[in-house]
């Protein structure tokens, strides 16, 4: 019986590695607002920028105990930590998206470990961040366009990036 359950995990892992990788949907939806898109974190505005790494690096060492630094974030379609099996050269985050509407910035990224996730983070001017919410199925332009539009807000305390 302990083989057969450990056969069930070994088959399970490749589902996990190609969720990880299967963003083309996301890459292909179109938003109601004008958008000027980026091709990377890079490319949004420093203080934004800036504030990312930040948020980043603080949340990689959650507990009491020290975590080797780990790149911030990892450019689309780049290697990354998809799962809990850690490698501490690779980021626990992944590109996807981003760009703006106006003012208005936002950033789709892949979040790796025990649970995978995907996330959209929208900025007001400057780096407040208006909301983070994580998707699965949904739409992310369309997740995005109501978020702008106003028509989401934020529950609880913001989770770490």
């Not at 949907?25 to 000027?36: I, P, S, T």
């Not at 990312?52 to 990354?80: C, I, Q, T, V």
Request: aromatic residues 10%; charged residues 25%.
């Amino acid at each position: 019986m302990k083989w057969a359950v450990s056969v069930l995990w070994l088959l399970a892992l490749p589902g996990t590695t190609a969720l990880a990788d299967d963003v083309t949907g996301d890459l292909q939806c179109r938003f109601r607002h004008k958008v000027e898109e980026v091709s990377s974190l890079e490319a949004m505005p420093r203080a934004i920028v800036k504030y990312l790494h930040r948020a980043m690096d603080e949340s990689a060492r959650p507990g009491d105990y020290p975590r080797p630094k780990m790149p911030e974030m990892a450019a689309r379609g780049a290697p990354f930590n998809a799962t809990d099996a850690i490698d501490t050269s690779l980021s626990m985050r992944r590109f996807i998206r981003a760009g703006r509407a106006g003012d208005v910035w936002f950033l789709w990224y892949e979040h790796g470990g025990f649970i995978y996730r995907k996330r959209i983070a929208v900025f007001a001017p400057g780096t407040r961040v208006v909301a983070r919410v994580d998707y699965e199925h949904e739409n992310p332009c369309r997740l995005t366009d109501a978020i702008i539009e106003g028509g989401h807000r934020p529950r609880g305390a913001p989770d770490p990036y």
